[in-house]
């Protein structure tokens, strides 16, 4: 079996699911004034220490971290930052497959 991201998945380079996931806490990269486009802080968030679940709306992406302090957590990340989902205490993968097989609202 080939695995495939979503189409649009941001193309970073090769993904790297054993390298520790680089972030302990939401970023909202969008609200960083230290941060512009380019910047190789948010290759790594798209590239280490996790699994691409799915794409909620085509510009975000559920990930399982697979690596680092938070592994096993479900986050979801866009182009505008990378979130715990559904907030800092972050769902387990059965927690968010529950959630997501219940057809439920995902943020209620």
Do not use: C, K
């Given at each position: 079996?080939?695995?495939?991201?979503?189409?649009?998945?941001?193309?970073?380079?090769?993904?790297?699911?054993?390298?520790?996931?680089?972030?302990?806490?939401?970023?909202?990269?969008?609200?960083?004034?230290?941060?512009d486009?380019?910047?190789p802080?948010?290759n790594?968030v798209?590239?280490?220490?996790?699994?691409?679940?799915?794409?909620?709306?085509?510009?975000?992406?559920?990930?399982?971290?697979?690596?680092?302090?938070?592994?096993?957590?479900?986050?979801?990340?866009?182009?505008?930052?990378?979130?715990?989902?559904?907030?800092?205490?972050?769902?387990?993968?059965?927690?968010?497959?529950?959630?997501?097989?219940?057809?439920?609202?995902?943020?209620?």
């Amino acid at each position: 079996m080939i695995y495939r991201h979503p189409q649009s998945w941001p193309d970073l380079g090769p993904r790297a699911p054993g390298e520790p996931f680089p972030l302990e806490a939401a970023w909202p990269w969008e609200d960083d004034d230290t941060v512009d486009h380019d910047d190789p802080r948010i290759n790594t968030v798209y590239t280490q220490g996790s699994v691409v679940l799915g794409s909620e709306d085509g510009q975000s992406f559920w990930i399982l971290l697979t690596a680092g302090s938070r592994r096993g957590e479900v986050w979801m990340v866009a182009d505008v930052g990378a979130i715990p989902v559904p907030a800092d205490e972050a769902w387990g993968f059965e927690e968010w497959v529950r959630h997501w097989h219940s057809g439920n609202d995902w943020w209620a």
